[in-house]
T-cell receptor, first 118, second 111 residues
Framework: GAGVSQSPSNKVTEKGKDVELRCDPI?????LYWYRQSLGQGLEFLIY????????KSGLPSDRFSAERTGGSVSTLTIQRTQQEDSAVYLC????????????????FGPGTRLTVT | QKEVEQDPGPLSVPEGAIVSLNCTYS??????FMWYRQYSRKGPELLMY????GNKEDGRFTAQVDKSSKYISLFIRDSQPSDSATYLC???????????FGGGTRVLVKP
């Protein structure tokens, strides 16, 4: 079946511009995650959504970053006033559930959006 | 200091050799331990996960967890050129699904 898809695959933007990155999770997956992967920092958690619960935004690096998930499916990550240090690969993942104690749900990753801020 | 440390490599081995990868961590609350493989320009894919301490084997792959030492390992037997990729360890606490990753080790298996 279809996996997690992300668009665009590449995005080049000028410093100071806003960008929107899109994620389409696997159908039926209730949990959705955003991560950022950069050379210096590795793969870092940004935010997750689980069903109708309030999202966990604890990994967002600044208030320039925000995300929403509409209708429990598609998610958009928005970066306002982009800076050069925002250049990275932004990865989205989804899972069938969100693990409680003693349960494991595999996270399936999309191919990522490579963001370059010039 | 990062919560999860992983040697970036690259680790170069001849085809057929055993690949040995490891991570150390500092958060004693971590209960689930995962290994992901990531090919260039692709998202990570889960190879194996273990819960708490012990060993787990799946085909050519063996994962080990030593919680007393806060040390996890992945062994790949009979390595193939197609195993050339970046391997990421990841961990999470008992509840929830927020993963903390190591920086990844790049592995090259030469024919």
């Amino acid at each position: 079946g279809a996996g997690v898809s992300q668009s665009p695959s590449n995005k080049v933007t000028e410093k100071g511009k806003d960008v929107e990155l899109r994620c389409d999770p696997i159908s039926g997956h209730t949990a959705l995650y955003w991560y950022r992967q950069s050379l210096g920092q590795g793969l870092e958690f940004l935010i997750y959504f689980q069903g109708n619960s309030a999202p966990d935004k604890s990994g967002l690096p600044s208030d320039r970053f925000s995300a929403e998930r509409t209708g429990g499916s598609v998610s958009t990550l928005t970066i306002q006033r982009t800076q050069q240090e925002d250049s990275a690969v932004y990865l989205c993942a989804s899972s069938l559930g969100y693990g409680g104690a003693g349960s494991f749900y595999e996270q399936y990753f999309g191919p990522g959006t490579r963001l370059t801020v010039t | 200091q990062k919560e999860v440390e992983q040697d970036p490599g690259p680790l170069s081995v001849p085809e057929g050799a055993i690949v040995s990868l490891n991570c150390t961590y500092s958060n004693s609350a971590f209960q689930y331990f995962m290994w992901y493989r990531q090919y260039s320009r692709k998202g990570p894919e889960l190879l194996m996960y273990t819960y708490s301490s012990g060993n787990k084997e799946d085909g050519r792959f063996t994962a080990q967890v030593d919680k007393s030492s806060k040390y996890i390992s992945l062994f790949i037997r009979d390595s193939q050129p197609s195993d050339s990729a970046t391997y990421l360890c990841a961990m999470r606490e008992a509840a929830g699904n927020k993963l903390t990753f190591g920086g990844g080790t790049r592995v090259l298996v030469k024919p």
